[in-house]
């Protein structure tokens, strides 16, 4: 793999983990429909966007550079600086609630005679 798809893969890491795309593939797939992303990540045509096989090249370089870790720690110290972050957050709205759902009222049925009707006698 040249050196110079390096950065491009590096970002294209950084944003499979930052639009939770699980796999490899699906990330090519997504460079290769979105041009916003493509150049955010450094490469101007589809074509452009290296095989699945150089981004597992460049994954498993990353991983033994500890290339993940750095950039995680930069990100801490650029954004956080020395500051420990120490607060939680409660919602005390209260809930109206039941205990036991309402019991439900039965309608009364009216009771009609067994059989046949008498002739004359409308119901």
Same mark, same amino acid.
């Given at each position: #793999?040249?050196?110079?798809? =390096?950065?491009?893969? %590096?970002? $294209?890491?950084i944003?499979? $983990?930052?639009?939770?795309?699980?796999?490899?593939? %699906?990330?090519? @797939? !997504?460079? &290769?429909?979105?041009p916003?992303? !493509?150049r955010? *990540?450094?490469w101007q &045509?589809? *074509? @452009?966007?290296?095989?699945?096989?150089?981004?597992? =090249?460049a994954f498993?370089e990353f991983s033994?550079?500890?290339?993940?870790?750095?950039?995680?720690?930069?990100?801490?110290?650029?954004? #956080?600086?020395?500051?420990?972050?120490?607060?939680?957050? =409660?919602?005390?709205?209260?809930? @109206? $609630?039941r205990?036991?759902? #309402?019991k439900?009222?039965?309608?009364?049925?009216q &009771?009609?005679? !067994?059989? =046949?009707?008498?002739?004359g006698?409308s119901?």
């Amino acid at each position: #793999m040249a050196l110079k798809n =390096r950065k491009q893969i %590096a970002r $294209a890491f950084i944003a499979k $983990a930052t639009y939770n795309i699980d796999t490899t593939r %699906a990330l090519i @797939d !997504r460079l &290769k429909i979105s041009p916003p992303l !493509r150049r955010i *990540c450094g490469w101007q &045509k589809a *074509c @452009d966007v290296p095989h699945e096989s150089s981004f597992s =090249r460049a994954f498993k370089e990353f991983s033994k550079s500890g290339l993940t870790q750095i950039a995680h720690a930069n990100v801490i110290k650029k954004h #956080m600086g020395d500051k420990i972050t120490g607060h939680i957050s =409660r919602d005390s709205t209260s809930i @109206d $609630a039941r205990e036991k759902p #309402m019991k439900k009222i039965k309608a009364v049925k009216q &009771k009609k005679k !067994r059989g =046949r009707p008498k002739k004359g006698i409308s119901q």
